[in-house]
């Protein structure tokens, strides 16, 4: 993060979120969606491009907000003996690693798991796949089993794979939404890493899905989406918040709430800043 970058960030904090914060989204102060309280942590893609810049300065800004943990997208160089430094130095956890299936097959699945464990995750998420594991029915129940497989040997290791979704999955494939055919047929043990945001906008009711699949949501991904508002904030979007909090602490099981935001409403840093200021606004920290 450079001089002018921090700077600009520090108007911010002086102006919106002064009184300017109160003014530009009033509905939100007082309001209390309460309930349990979860850790949040920050997926790090949101601000991918200030990693690659400075992944030190951009740890050490996003435990100075508040959040608890990141989430990994990327190592940008780095060997997990040095990320463990950062997260430690910075008080935080890492709360999961978005990893590509590969990763955990063949003789990949060791160094994955040594590399994990130095950092302190448990949660190793595949947040896509290539065609071949998604193009019919029968390969996502084929895939569903294999995950079954990499579950059974992630269990010695106390470490949990999960599937993230975009918004493809609730699009219907021979009859039936990917979703329902994968995570009918996993394991419960398998991770259900659920985006509001991404399901909402492939027309999958977040409600709906985390009371269908209950525990099986130990993180979930807390992302605004609007249907005519690509760059709306907590707030600002179409998602019932309070429904989906209440399901989540009560039948979801949910160990983590994991903001992330990808839209240029602002930079990423005061877009995930504002994310925060808004849950605490709310009472979820």
């Known amino acids: 993060m450079n001089k002018k970058d921090i700077s600009r960030r520090r108007f ?27 850790p949040i942590g920050l997926q790090l893609y949101s601000v991918r491009h200030e990693c690659e810049k400075d992944l030190p300065g951009t740890i050490a800004a996003v435990g100075k907000m508040g959040y608890k ?30 990893i590509q299936i ?5 003789d990949n ?29 029968k390969a996502w129940q084929d895939t569903a089993d294999l995950f079954n497989e990499i579950s059974k040997k992630l269990k010695p290791h106390k470490m949990l794979v999960g599937y993230h979704n975009h918004s493809a999955e609730f699009k219907e494939i021979e009859g039936e939404k990917p ?24 027309g999958g009711d977040a409600v709906f899905y985390l009371k269908t699949y209950p525990g099986r949501a130990k993180t979930v991904h807390i992302k605004p989406y609007a249907k005519n508002n690509p760059k709306a904030l907590f707030g600002e979007d179409d998602l019932n918040w309070k429904e989906i909090f209440k399901t989540c602490e009560t039948i979801g099981k949910t ?31």
């Open 179 to 202: 979703w329902d055919i994968f995570f009918s047929r996993v394991s419960k043990d398998v991770v259900m890493q659920f985006d509001v945001g991404n399901a909402m906008h492939g």
């Open 255 to 285: 160990e983590w709430y994991i903001v992330e935001y990808e839209s240029d409403a602002f930079p990423p840093l005061i877009s995930v800043e504002k994310c925060l200021q808004t849950l605490r606004a709310w009472g979820k920290c």
């Open 102 to 106: 590969d990763t955990l097959l063949g």
């Open 69 to 98: 943990a990141v989430e990994f997208a990327g190592y940008y160089g780095r060997d997990a003996k040095t990320l463990r430094k950062m997260l430690d130095d910075n008080g935080l956890k890492c709360c999961g690693t978005h």
């Open 109 to 137: 699945f060791e160094k994955t798991v040594e590399f994990n464990k130095i950092i302190g995750n448990k949660y190793l998420i595949v947040p896509g796949l290539p065609q071949k594991y998604t193009n019919s029915k």
């Open 12 to 38: 911010f904090e002086k102006t919106i979120f002064g009184s300017a914060f109160a003014t530009a989204i009033p509905s939100l102060i007082g309001q209390e969606y309460g309930g349990k309280k979860i």
